[in-house]
């Protein structure tokens, strides 16, 4: 299951700019997890505006709609937002809620027996609210956030900490909501406010695992053009939990290669404005970059010479 946003982006970079595309945390998060897993069953809010024509792309992907609810008179979600020049760094410039202030989601009674839930990016009550609505407890629950809810709703999002396994969230988000400046120190601090696993996303600096006292560390694909950051933590997150979903295995070394496949969904998703990249990609294409990724991870090292 997938909870958060569809939306409209309006989106500038130093490469280009769009005016209105598709967007939304849910809507990354499920091209994301639909190469590994389905059904994907979407809850999220959209507006009589929102094509049609994506709605049905996801459709044939096997997402389902039964908790997407949509107000035709609406306008859907809309974000805007403006890239520095190393691209790791953005300007939020508009937040129109539009339907999202409408929001109620809705668990349908068909979604109850979802073991992998993600809660994308979305108001921290409407995240807690999906979770109150799940009779069992799900295998794994995910969630991400942003600094647009820390700085509107730092309470909500302390009260649904506790009940996530994991805390996706970038360096500067982790900074925020810790107060700390070493990520170590945010890791430590962010654990104590409830979820075992926090995911640290640097970009194209790669993204870091913290679990007990363990730490694991991927690299970002290096590409050379990066056109389009939007949706990468999103990508990620689908990528991650729909490789948990796939493989049903939660131990420690299967988190660590499920944080390889979320960055290397994530590194398809930087490579085109909006989820294009994720729509077209094949089976042998991730093949393909998740060996680039181990390719660019190995290394062998005999230790015993410097003893
Ligand atoms: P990311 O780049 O992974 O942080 O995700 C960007 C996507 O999140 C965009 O497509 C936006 O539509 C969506 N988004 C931006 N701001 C918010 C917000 N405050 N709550 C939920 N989704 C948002």
């Not at 049905?56 to 997402?63: P, T």
């Not at 640097?202 to 006292?213: D, P, S, V």
């Not at 590409?223 to 939660?250: E, M």
Request: charged content about 20%; hydrophobic content about 45%.
């Amino acid at each position: 299951m997938i909870v958060g946003t569809m939306a409209f982006d309006a989106i500038e970079t130093p490469f280009g700019k769009v005016d209105k595309i598709i967007g939304g945390s849910a809507t990354y998060a499920a091209w994301a997890a639909s190469h590994f897993v389905s059904p994907i069953k979407q809850v999220s809010i959209i507006g009589g505006d929102f094509p049609a024509e994506e709605i049905e792309l996801l459709k044939a992907k096997d997402v389902w709609f039964d908790g997407v609810e949509q107000l035709p008179n609406d306008k859907s979600f809309f974000w805007s937002g403006k890239y520095h020049l190393d691209m790791n760094n953005r300007d939020t410039l508009i937040t129109d809620l539009n339907v999202l202030a409408k929001f109620n989601p809705k668990v349908p009674e068909n979604y109850q027996d979802c073991d992998y839930v993600m809660l994308a990016n979305l108001m921290p009550s409407l995240q807690f609210s999906v979770i109150k609505q799940l009779r069992e407890r799900p295998a794994f629950l995910i969630m991400d956030t942003m600094n647009f809810w820390m700085e509107t709703a730092m309470e909500g999002l302390l009260e649904v900490l506790p009940h996530v396994d994991l805390l996706l969230v970038n360096e500067s988000e982790a900074r925020q909501l810790s107060g700390e400046v070493s990520l170590v120190r945010a890791a430590e601090k962010i654990r104590a406010m409830g979820p075992r696993y926090i995911i640290i996303k640097k970009g194209e600096h790669g993204a870091l695992l913290f679990y007990e006292n363990q730490l694991f560390a991927a690299p970002a694909l290096p590409i050379a053009d990066v056109i389009d950051p939007t949706g990468a933590g999103d990508s990620f997150g689908g990528g991650f939990i729909g490789y948990l979903a796939r493989t049903g295995d939660l131990s420690y070394s299967n988190m660590k290669a499920a944080v390889v496949i979320g960055s290397a969904m994530a590194s398809f998703c930087v490579e085109q404005f909006g989820p294009q990249a994720l729509k077209t990609i094949q089976p042998l294409d991730i093949a393909d970059r998740v060996s680039q990724f181990l390719e660019l991870m190995s290394v062998d090292i005999e230790v015993s010479l410097f003893i």
